[in-house]
Nanobody
Framework: QVQLVESGGGSVQVGGSLRLSCAASGSQYAMGWFRQGPGTEREFVAAINLSGGSTAYGDSVKGRFTISRDSAKNTVYPQMNKLKPEDTAVYYC?????????????????WGQGTQVTVSS
């Protein structure tokens, strides 16, 4: 099973930016990010395919978040801009053995430990 190491979480003010990262061990994978706020279900945030040529975003983050990958480092980066209080959550990186983008939690095989993002006004 692939190991995923997340970093980059923290506290930021409304309107600020953060860049998370997720480094995967071993082979290349299609990757995704999900988040879970207090009392909410884990929701899809963004995903990128194996080559980095295709991406998808959740409705709540479209136009504010951008996901990219560095294949040489086997690392995926969600750049989060114009952050809002409702973006406060634990963010989870996920990997799947496949090429294409997927937006459902059930499509992912491996999960990171999560990193906290807190947006305050």
């Amino acid at each position: 099973q692939v190991q995923l190491v997340e970093s980059g979480g923290g506290s930021v003010q409304v309107g600020g930016s953060l860049r998370l990262s997720c480094a995967a061990s071993g082979s290349q994978y299609a990757m995704g990010w999900f988040r879970q706020g207090p009392g909410t279900e884990r929701e899809f945030v963004a995903a990128i395919n194996l080559s980095g040529g295709s991406t998808a975003y959740g409705d709540s983050v479209k136009g504010r978040f951008t996901i990219s990958r560095d294949s040489a480092k086997n690392t995926v980066y969600p750049q989060m801009n114009k952050l809002k209080p409702e973006d406060t959550a634990v963010y989870y990186c996920a990997a799947r053995r496949g090429y294409n983008v997927r937006t459902s939690r059930s499509d992912y095989d491996s999960w990171g430990q999560g990193t906290q993002v807190t947006v305050s006004s």
